[in-house]
T-cell receptor, first 112, second 117 residues
Framework: LAKTTQPISMDSYEGQEVNITCSHN???????ITWYQQFPSQGPRFIIQ???TKVTNEVASLFIPADRKSSTLSLPRVSLSDTAVYYC?????????????FGKGTTLSVSS | EAGVTQFPSHSVIEKGQTVTLRCDPI?????LYWYRRVMGKEIKFLLH????????ESGMPNNRFLAERTGGTYSTLKVQPAELEDSGVYFC???????????????FGPGTRLTVL
């Protein structure tokens, strides 16, 4: 059964770097890996996307190893406002072809 | 630019009733997706439209669910008759790119929370 796996929760303090890893063993060859952030009562919001190696934007970095079976979202110097649920989204191979699969989400709690 | 909007934000109905959820994608976005998150579970893909055509409806749980996108603009998702296990948050997303895969940057609406009693 195609699926992705993320830690259920993580705790951090303000100013620290947070790394959240998602495993996706059956990722489709041509599909990208996308990470989303979700606050309560809102829909997921795009953070970053990559295909391989490393991608960096103004809010995060994404590290993807050569086999692309996992990816790590890196949030530098988190603040209280980064407390949210973080999801990875990938296309994975299944019996029907390719399916879009969300991870179950990682609840990040940032404390002062 | 307006984002993806969904209506209603909340809906409470009784088992056996019908409910219709609406999604207005970002103007110009050909791709429209429906997802659902049941309490305690992951966000699950339901279906994907490209304009008015259903590109992939492999995630639709059963024939009580009917999605339409007439004219390739807004979309509706009807549940008839609703069952208790249909309770959850229904998200809609849209994207502009033609790939229609996880390559696209999807913009999500705030979701509709459906409660079936």
């Amino acid at each position: 059964l195609a699926k992705t796996t993320q830690p259920i929760s993580m705790d951090s303090y303000e100013g620290q770097e947070v790394n959240i890893t998602c495993s996706h063993n059956n990722i489709a060859t041509n599909d990208y890996i996308t990470w989303y952030q979700q606050f309560p009562s809102q829909g997921p919001r795009f953070i970053i996307q990559g295909y391989k190696t490393k991608v960096t934007n103004e809010v995060a970095s994404l590290f993807i190893p050569a086999d692309r079976k996992s990816s790590t979202l890196s949030l530098p110097r988190v603040s209280l406002s980064d407390t949210a649920v973080y999801y990875c989204l990938v296309g994975v191979f299944n019996q029907a072809g390719t399916a879009l699969i969300f991870g179950k989400g990682t609840t990040l709690s940032v404390s002062s | 630019e307006a984002g993806v909007t969904q209506f209603p934000s909340h809906s409470v109905i009784e088992k056996g009733q019908t409910v219709t959820l609406r999604c207005d994608p970002i103007s110009g976005h050909d791709n429209l997706y429906w997802y659902r998150r049941v309490m305690g579970k992951e966000i699950k893909f339901l279906l994907h439209f490209v304009k008015e055509s259903k590109q992939d409806e492999s995630g639709m749980p059963n024939n009580r669910f009917l999605a339409e996108r007439t004219g390739g603009t807004y979309s509706t998702l009807k549940v008839q008759p609703a069952e208790l296990e249909d309770s959850g948050v229904y998200f809609c997303a849209s994207s502009q790119d033609a790939a229609g895969t996880s390559t696209d940057t999807q913009y999500f609406g705030p979701g509709t929370r459906l409660t079936v009693l």
